[in-house]
Nanobody, 120 residues
Framework: QVQLVESGGGLVQAGGSLRLSCAAS????????MGWYRQTPGKQRELVAHITSGGSTNYADSVKGRFTISRDNAKNTVYLQMNSLKPEDTAVYYCHANYSPYGRSWYVNWGQGTQVTVSS
């Protein structure tokens, strides 16, 4: 199974920036889509940003123009640059990957989550 390890969360003031990283390790033949989701207590996990292996991206309307997702396929790592942060961005952010360990079946895995807190 592939492990996804996130880093980069923390506490920041409104208007500040953070950069999240998520590195995939384990038996990996190919990683298709990678993405970032977030969740606050009592709410469903929601998509923040998504990127395909070819670099096509998709963002939640609430983060468009402020967040940028990117990936380094050679390092099996996805990043989320978060600028102009708002208190409503406060959440646990989870990395997500759609991968194939041997080039046959595809699987989905999640990271353990990293807390992002934006103070007003």
């Amino acid at each position: 199974q592939v492990q996804l390890v996130e880093s980069g969360g923390g506490l920041v003031q409104a208007g500040g920036s953070l950069r999240l990283s998520c590195a995939a390790s384990g038996i990996i033949f190919s990683i298709n889509a990678m993405g970032w989701y977030r969740q606050t207590p009592g709410k469903q996990r929601e998509l923040v940003a998504h990127i395909t292996s070819g670099g096509s991206t998709n963002y939640a309307d609430s983060v468009k123009g402020r967040f940028t997702i990117s990936r380094d396929n050679a390092k099996n790592t996805v990043y989320l640059q978060m600028n102009s942060l708002k208190p409503e961005d406060t959440a646990v952010y989870y990395c997500h990957a759609n991968y194939s360990p041997y080039g046959r079946s595809w699987y989905v895995n999640w990271g353990q989550g990293t807390q992002v807190t934006v103070s007003s």
